[in-house]
């Protein structure tokens, strides 16, 4: 059966989507209906912008969400998911492709997304560290023993886990981590602590565009990232992307599931390779892919 996977942020490059555009005309016609939608053009920075433009996070999600749902579009009857899945932003391309979410409520969904976890960004200074070489317990089990706020945030492979939380948790919770025998404890040029609690603003604001959201049921099992199960009704579904903004991403734990269900190859739908590297580290024989026309 195949899976069909789609990226989240820190996918992004400068140039992303261009061959799309020059290639296609209805990629054409879909991202001049996205820079209608967003209210700027959008494709400029995507095609010729600098890094530091597409680094801002209200164009970081949106270019990769345009980048992977249109690509599934344009695929047409190539695109034939058993099963989808998407980490963190990628969830709602996944939506989108399976026909969960039409093109325009899912592009403003995750604009409104982006803008509601840039201003939680604001309200409080904090950061992410990706932990490299010490297994989930340990990683979860010093998280919850520090007074600050750090929690684990993305499971996104056996051994790499990501924690977020305020600058003095991640700080406290990197020193313990190392001495713990973690292998490396990176902390990442992000903006904010996301999928933690510190995200409970944005959460909140994101309910309500979320509840007032058409959502149908999906051509395929979506796996989602706070349980790592699969899903295909709606009520369930807007339910589950609420809680995915202050909860973890379980990556490896939603390729497990698929798998286990019956998964015999991974296409990744988007800019990048990021998540076939992932795939490759729960089941190194299992077959994966990147998506091209």
Request: with cysteine; glycine share 8%.
């Amino acid at each position: 059966m195949k899976a069909y996977i789609f990226p989240g942020q820190g996918a992004q490059f400068v140039g992303m989507g261009k061959d799309l555009y020059e290639q296609s005309e209805q990629a054409r016609a879909l991202f001049e209906q996205a820079n209608e939608i967003l209210g700027f053009r959008i494709t400029d920075i995507m095609f010729e912008g600098t890094v530091e433009d597409l680094k801002q996070t209200n164009v970081t999600q949106p270019a990769i969400f345009l980048h992977s749902v249109i690509l599934a579009s344009v695929l047409g009857e190539a695109f034939e998911p058993g099963m989808a899945a998407g980490h963190s932003l990628g969830e709602f391309s996944a939506l989108v492709a399976c026909k969960a979410l039409s093109f325009a409520d899912g592009l403003r969904l995750v604009a409104a997304r982006a803008n509601a976890m840039q201003k939680a960004c604001e309200i409080q200074p904090s950061t992410m560290a990706a932990i490299i070489g010490l297994d989930d317990f340990t990683v979860e089990d010093i998280c919850h023993r520090i007074s600050d706020i750090v929690v684990p945030a993305n499971y996104n492979c056996p051994g790499q886990l990501v924690i977020s939380g305020t600058i003095a948790g991640v700080d406290k919770a990197c020193e313990e981590l190392t001495a713990a025998g973690a292998k490396r404890a990176l902390k990442l040029n992000v903006g904010g602590a996301f999928h933690s609690p510190l995200m409970e603003a944005a959460r909140v604001e994101l309910e309500h565009a979320i509840v007032h959201t058409e959502i149908n049921a999906p051509i395929c099992p979506i796996y989602q990232n706070i349980d790592a199960k699969p899903y295909t009704d709606p009520a369930l579904i807007k339910h589950n992307l609420i809680a995915q903004l202050t909860g973890p991403v379980r990556w490896t734990q939603t390729v497990k599931h698929m798998l286990e269900d019956g998964a015999t190859s991974f296409t990744e739908v988007g800019p990048g390779s990021v998540l076939q590297g992932l795939v490759k580290k729960v089941d190194r024989h299992i077959p994966t892919e990147s998506a091209f026309i």
